[in-house]
């Protein structure tokens, strides 16, 4: 994890380092892969992080361009209390190999991010979402129900 | 005191608390005394004056600051060396001045002021002795006796002190003609003119200071502008609005003469979205100057619910439907119950049930306030609280929290003593089942300011990777300081792969202008066992630096560990200073970062961010705006099992604009942001959002008109994807039989499956039906009636009130449109009319009836009436006339019950009693703001006042004091000088 900010920086460092680092380029980047993953998928996951939750709905990869694909996660999540409420959002992503894709739904302005691994039209992992309101997390799994 | 003196003639002299010593030179060029600036309310007619020296044409050395005093009248002959001391002030040799010059030049006059002025005897009197007549002109008051001898000599001077009303009109007045005659014939008349100097002042005052509504009433605010100057001038009224308020009838221009009046009214239109509490709605006048007056309506908005036949729950039903999208239209049905069943017990719960779950569209359904599921049923005293079905609690950070399911709960909260409890099974989610149990208990002793809890809990839910916990703890919070608590707690915990000892500990300092809390949770078992995480450190702190700059602060750190995540570590930090530029400009500075590092099944990953925001916010009357800026970068990281780590960072910006405007219908608003990525961060390159948006817009002014919710956002990402337009547009309105109707329809391409790229419209229908359970209870039950012949009794024909506030104790309710009202409960607390709930005019009549036969409260309330009292200054029996404004007398009409009502005299002496109740008054008064002193001759004038009528102008005559004078060559006799009578306290004649 490239975590360089466990100092205590002055303002003006801060914003000398943000400037810096917002003109930065990218230091790697994924595998490509050949892997098709293109179609409407059903997604099912959970919260385990509180307050915990159950989510299920439909992720629709539309877009594949080499590595990167886009697409639309649209789920209905229940919460502890038994209420339900739709989220839904673009979805941004990589194959990071043959067998891994690393994408982010993003709900609200901060994505969710999934780590998962594909195997045929199976796909399963966990993701993590932090904003200021905290962390959450948990796993999540889908198949693809179309192409 | 050095020096010689000579008193020709003193007629008063005054004395200073604070010393005065000075000593003025002979045969220095002198004209005036310091004129004295004090305003007309603090001087006294024996003419002691504090205050500082006013406009001078000469210089005299003197300490300019300094308390001083005035003579009033004193004919000098001179050559004369004056010195003045503690209280005792004299002249200082007179100059000649040119008879043709007569006193004009450089005699400005502040009307709030004395000025003394010389008037040199004419030449072709010189010789002889003269005699003097002072002959006051107009308004003006000349202080002292007015007529005088004079011996011969060259330079004779004949000082006197002159003052005018404060109203007295600007520019140039001949307020005295002295005049000489010779003691061998000869008269000569010389007038004595001054520039009175124009004054601007204004006061605005308001019929009734407070009122009560409700959101949506329209509230009528009458006042009052007065011209309080010497001049006619131009005024300008404005009325500030609280936020969202409208209103009608200002700002308003207003070119009034002075002493003149003018009345308007500005009519106030509460939004039907605004919170209950108290509003102040300000009015100020201001003048070329700038302000000159302002004073707050106090307005009290009442919850809409605080009417007569709101006692008692209220019962909302409707039915809802998902039109379109590809689905069948399957009604989902809502019932919500809210209010009083008894005086201290309420009510409130929740079903909304679908007919087929199977086909719910959840999001368009949440678009018109229906959430499926998650019903329950509360019942609430005002020391305990119980619910059935959805339901749960925090018991603490290490003996559970967030705990819901279904099931049952319970709250006690006494004085000495606190216990909870809960019993419920966890609710089956989408990926779950609904075994498991959800059990625990508190109990808690309150101590010295603080508490000790104990808690157990036996927690399982097989679901989320099958949480466990059994947990037993101990816990206190204590307050050692004032503003600090300290509090912290130990637990066994016992979860699925193991058992620890949990502990937290919490120190926090609130004060009104700094927060602080540090906080450490140690809950082994972390999220698998029903904690927030296994480890975690919280600091957050804020401070407020003087008036404008505050800076807040906060760092956090997790460390958690479960089936899903072998670890995942969490951290944060912000600092954010915020500086107000003025009380509706901020700006603010925020630096923050985050970073997570999970390890899962499918690898392990993790991200971290540094953004740096600069944003200012404003708000104009009914608008407001934002802006920031933020700029960045973002990494982010991955390893595969097996596989090499991968890691990229990038920049991040971002802009974004928000503005806005407030109206009483309702809340306006365009955004526009756009973002700007690094490659390989997760985060869309570029992207923009332009938004529109109207909030609860009123389609109309009427309270009842159609609200409108709506919004387009655009979503464009350059090229990259395909310009996404999502629009919505909502309105609810109200319809006839109390329903409510809820048209929703939206457009959203983002949203997958049947409706996606579809228009989804969704309808609901509901009704607020009010169960009138409190009827059956015990009650105050009343009505507030116009009380047209005063008998205190309702009878027929005598309107009702509507919209009334009554009170009994801390509870109040509004009458309805019948005039009713109605308290829930026994209480022996009296019941009474908010009398600043009342029209102007109305007043409640004292005695409120309770009506057993018709088992009810009838409170009567009085039109007022008009009452208008003119002061007439007369003639005494030598014929003089007082010579002075009335405008500062307080005139006072007083009833049989000793209450007391006042009103103001003007410069004519018209003082008007604008809304007086029925009864029989005597009048009184308050001289003492007078600069002569008057008195009234016989009895106090009396009358009365029968219910909506106006008396005829009470016409009051006033006669001139004898005055007595004070000899400083004989101090001992003090009685003369408190022979000056002056207003006595009270003014009773």
């Not at chain 1, 969710?112 to 992992?125: F, T």
């Not at chain 2, 049905?333 to 201290?344: A, K, N």
Request: charged content about 15%.
């Amino acid at each position: 994890m490239t975590t360089s900010l466990h100092t205590r920086p002055t303002l003006a460092g801060l914003i000398l380092l943000a400037v810096t680092a917002a003109c930065a380029t990218p230091t790697g980047t994924g595998n490509p892969g050949g892997v098709d993953l293109r179609g409407q998928w059903t997604y099912t996951a959970t919260q385990t992080s509180v307050p915990t939750a159950s989510l299920s709905g439909t992720l629709a990869i539309s877009t594949q361009s080499g590595n990167a694909f886009g697409g639309v996660l649209d789920v209905i999540e229940m919460d502890a209390q038994g209420q339900s409420h739709h989220l839904n959002g673009l979805v941004s992503g990589q194959l990071v190999d043959t067998a891994a894709v690393d994408f982010d739904a993003f709900f609200d302005v901060t994505g969710r991010r999934h780590l998962g691994v594909v195997r045929g039209d199976s796909i399963h992992g966990t993701w993590v979402e932090q904003d200021v309101g905290g962390t959450s997390s948990g796993a999540f799994a889908g198949r693809r129900t179309s192409r | 005191m050095i020096g010689t003196m000579r008193w020709a003639r003193v007629a008063i002299v005054a004395l200073a608390t604070a010393a005065c010593r000075q000593e003025l030179p002979a045969g220095r060029p002198f004209v005036a005394l310091p004129s004295v600036n004090t305003p007309p309310s603090a001087l006294t007619y024996a003419g002691i004056r504090t205050g500082q020296f006013g406009h001078q044409p000469h210089a005299i050395p003197r300490r300019p600051a300094a308390p001083t005093l005035a003579a009033v009248v004193v004919a000098v002959p001179s050559p004369i060396v004056a010195t003045a001391t503690a209280g005792v002030a004299s002249l200082a040799a007179a100059p000649r001045v040119e008879p043709e010059a007569r006193f004009t030049a450089g005699a400005h006059l502040d009307p709030r002021n004395l000025r003394v002025l010389t008037v040199v005897v004419p030449p072709e009197l010189t010789r002889d002795s003269v005699s003097f007549t002072i002959e006051p002109i107009g308004e003006a008051v000349i202080l002292g006796p007015l007529q005088g001898r004079l011996g011969p000599g060259e330079q004779r001077t004949l000082v006197l002190t002159a003052s005018v009303p404060a109203a007295a009109h600007a520019g140039a007045q001949t307020v005295a003609a002295v005049h000489f005659a010779g003691s061998q014939g000869g008269t000569v008349q010389v007038p004595v003119q001054l520039q009175v100097l124009q004054v601007q002042t204004a006061t605005i005052r308001l019929v009734q200071p407070r009122f009560s509504a409700r959101p949506g009433d329209r509230i009528a605010m009458r006042y009052f502008v007065t011209n309080g100057g010497n001049v006619t001038d131009t005024f300008d009224l404005v009325v500030t609005p609280p936020a969202a308020w409208s209103l009608h009838g200002t700002p308003m221009r207003y070119v009034l003469g002075a002493g003149e009046t003018a009345t308007g009214e500005v009519i106030g239109v509460v939004p039907s979205a605004s919170s209950t509490g108290v509003i102040p709605v300000r009015f100020s006048v201001s003048g070329a100057r700038g302000p000159l007056a302002r004073i707050d309506a106090i307005v009290e908005v009442l919850d809409a619910g605080a009417h007569a036949s709101a006692v008692g729950p209220t019962l909302q039903a409707g039915v809802a439907s998902v039109l379109g999208g590809g689905s069948p239209a399957s009604p989902v049905v809502g019932l919500e119950v809210s209010g009083p069943l008894t005086d201290g017990l309420q009510i409130r719960g929740r079903l909304v049930q679908a007919t087929e779950s199977a086909q719910l569209d959840q999001r368009a359904l949440a678009r018109v306030g229906y959430f499926v599921g998650a019903p329950y049923l509360t019942l609430a005293g005002r020391r305990w609280q119980a619910t059935g079905g959805t339901t749960g609690r925090s018991f603490s950070d290490i003996t559970g929290v967030n705990v819901y399911g279904r099931g049952a709960s319970f709250e006690w909260d006494g004085a000495r003593w606190g216990a909870a409890a809960l019993a419920a099974r966890p609710i089956a989610g989408s990926t779950g089942s609904s075994t498991g149990q959800l059990l625990g208990a508190q109990v808690s002793a309150h101590v010295s300011g603080g508490s000790v809890t104990a808690m157990a809990t036996d927690l399982q839910d097989p679901q989320f990777a099958g949480r466990k916990l059994e947990a037993l703890g101990l816990g206190g919070i204590t307050p050692p300081f004032s503003g600090v608590t300290v509090s912290g707690e130990i637990a066994e915990r016992r979860y699925a792969t193991g058992s620890g000892m949990g502990w937290s500990a919490e120190l926090k300092r609130q004060t009104l202008t700094e927060f602080g809390q540090l906080r450490v949770v140690h809950a082994p078992g972390g999220s698998q066992a029903f904690a927030r995480a296994r480890d975690e450190l919280t600091a957050v702190g804020s401070r407020q630096f003087g008036r404008r700059l505050a800076l807040s602060a906060g760092y956090w750190n997790s460390n958690d560990e479960s089936q899903t995540f072998s670890r995942l570590n969490s951290s944060g930090w912000s600092v954010a200073p915020r500086f107000a530029v003025t009380d509706r400009t901020t700006v603010e500075l925020e630096a923050r970062h985050s970073a997570f590092d999970a390890a899962g099944s499918s690898g392990d990953f993790g991200n971290d961010e540094t953004l740096v925001r600069l944003g200012v916010s404003t708000q104009r009357g009914p608008s407001y705006a934002s802006a920031s800026a933020t700029i960045g970068s973002s990494g982010r990281n991955a390893r595969l099992p097996g596989g090499l780590p991968i890691e990229t960072s990038a920049g991040r910006q971002s802009a974004r604009l928000v503005a806005g405007l407030v109206t009483a219908r309702g809340v306006l608003e365009a955004s526009a942001s756009i973002e700007r990525n690094g490659a390989g961060i997760g985060f869309l390159p570029h992207q923009y959002l332009l938004a529109l948006k109207a909030d609860r817009f009123a389609l109309g002014s009427s309270p009842a008109a159609p609200l409108l919710n709506a919004e387009i956002q655009r979503y464009g990402w350059f090229g990259d994807r395909p310009d996404v337009m999502v629009i919505r547009a909502g309105v609810q309105s109200q319809l006839p039989g109390d329903l409510t109707l809820t048209l929703d329809i939206e457009h959203n391409p983002l949203i997958t499956g049947t409706s996606g790229g579809s228009w989804v419209p969704v309808v609901k229908v509901e009704r607020a039906l009010h169960v009138p359970l409190a009827m059956l209870q015990p009650r105050a039950a009343g009505v507030v009636f116009q009380d047209l012949n005063g008998n205190g009794v309702r009878d027929r024909g005598e309107p009702p009130l509507v919209g009334v506030v009554v009170r009994r104790g801390d509870q109040r309710v509004l009458t309805d449109r019948s005039g009713r009202f109605l308290f829930p409960g026994q209480s022996d607390g009296p019941v009474r009319v908010d009398e600043t709930s009342l029209p102007f005019g109305l007043v409640s009549n004292p005695a409120v009836r309770a009506v057993p036969a018709r088992g009810r409260i009838e409170i009567g309330v009085l039109p007022t009436g008009v009452v208008e009292v003119v002061l007439v200054p007369s003639a005494d029996s030598a014929g003089r006339v007082p010579q002075v404004s009335l405008r500062d007398v307080i005139v006072s009409a007083v009833d049989s019950a000793g209450s007391r009502w006042t009103a103001k005299a003007d410069s004519a002496g018209h003082a008007t009693f604008h809304a007086l109740p029925p009864g029989r008054y005597h009048l009184e008064f308050d001289f003492n703001g007078l600069r002569e002193p008057v008195r009234l001759r016989g009895a106090a004038p009396t009358f009365e006042l029968t219910p909506g009528r106006s008396e005829a102008p009470i016409a009051v005559p006033l006669y001139p004091r004898p005055l007595r004078l004070f000899d400083p060559a004989n101090p001992n006799r003090r009685g003369a000088r408190g022979g000056v009578q002056q207003g006595t306290g009270g003014g009773r004649p």
